[in-house]
């Protein structure tokens, strides 16, 4: 019998016996067959790199399935984009089966040895910092997920999640979040502020994710190719360690953040394919980027009074900039 650990955990249940898998230390493990994997399953219907857990700032944890061929389940529901995880939840991956557990914040307080106001101001300790927020979102999801057999939908959003977090990962970010079916990136800046080559290094990354999307419909019989919407924002923010141990987890905070996301939704009103904050843009003139490319516009962002000025344009766009740096 497993002793009940005051701290995140998974449990593994073998025929010998059962494991004990700490959620501690980290802001994301992975779970496949491979060895690559944080925590590495021996089982042959589970992926090489088959699903991931993330935790956020607020204490939450995600089940993010990684495009795996067999599937990630949770509570005997297939999982197709990223989900929260309740305690006690149950999670299957292959023929292998994990219980979830999560204490509640004061039993996770009293087994860090720290009391309430103690944890709460290791947990908020940020420090103002400038940062560029990249939001990314699937374009007519909702019409895909009526079109799709669960399983290939499954394996499409997995794959296009994974290789999303790659590819932010080559470019020296992390995703700071999931969120239905868009991913968060944060790029932390300097304290003598931005090099222009750092933006530009920021839109290749959105440009790789556009063709990693756009090819998707090669590997799995789309009813169409996927594509996706974005938002870029500049600005300073609250950036901070929410996490614990020698592994934190890093976050930010604020109305750059808020703005990034709602830059992205408004593209569907300008109908283009990327938007870009005010300081983005002008950082990203520096290198070459012009009005003929990306067009002003002043948009009304929902929870903002007052019009937002920015600056749109589409992926073809955007790879005539960085084609133009590439050649200067």
């Not at 991931?52 to 005997?76: A, C, K, P, W």
């Not at 968060?184 to 750092?198: D, K, L, S």
Request: charge should be negative; glycine fraction near 8%.
């Amino acid at each position: 019998m497993v002793t009940v650990q005051p701290v995140p955990h998974l449990i593994l249940r073998t025929e010998s016996g059962s494991r004990y898998l700490s959620l501690v230390g980290s802001n994301c493990w992975t779970v496949g067959r491979g060895d690559d994997n944080n925590f590495v399953l021996p089982d042959r219907w589970i992926s090489r790199n088959h699903a991931m857990l993330q935790r956020m700032e607020t204490g939450e944890f995600y089940l993010i399935d990684l495009g795996s061929r067999n599937g990630s389940f949770v509570n005997g529901r297939r999982v197709s984009v990223p989900v929260t995880l309740q305690n006690d939840d149950r999670l299957t991956f292959g023929q292998t089966e994990l219980e979830f557990y999560t204490p509640d914040t004061e039993n996770l307080n009293a087994s860090m040895g720290l009391d309430s106001q103690e944890f709460t101001a290791t947990a908020t300790l940020h420090v103002r910092r400038l940062i560029s927020v990249l939001v990314v979102d699937i374009r007519n999801y909702t019409g895909m997920t009526r079109q799709l057999d669960e399983k290939i939908l499954s394996e499409v959003i997995g794959t296009w999640f994974r290789c999303a977090g790659e590819i932010i990962r080559e470019y020296g970010s992390w995703v700071d979040k999931y969120i239905g079916d868009a991913v968060m990136a944060v790029w932390i800046h300097g304290p003598q502020g931005v090099n222009p080559e750092e933006m530009v290094r920021i839109t290749r990354a959105l440009s790789a994710m556009h063709k990693m999307t756009s090819q998707l419909h090669e590997r799995y019989p789309l009813p169409f190719p996927l594509r996706i919407g974005a938002g870029l924002n500049t600005g300073y923010a609250m950036v901070g360690n929410t996490g614990t141990g020698d592994r934190p987890d890093y976050t930010a905070l604020g109305d750059t953040v808020n703005a990034a996301f709602r830059l992205e939704s408004s593209t569907k009103q300008i109908g283009s394919d990327i938007a870009l904050g005010e300081a983005t843009y002008q950082y990203l003139a520096e290198s070459g980027i012009s009005s003929s490319l990306f067009k002003q516009h002043t948009v009304s962002l929902k929870g903002y009074d007052i019009p937002t000025l920015t600056y749109a344009g589409s992926f073809t766009d955007l790879d005539a900039f960085l084609q133009l740096v590439t050649n200067t």
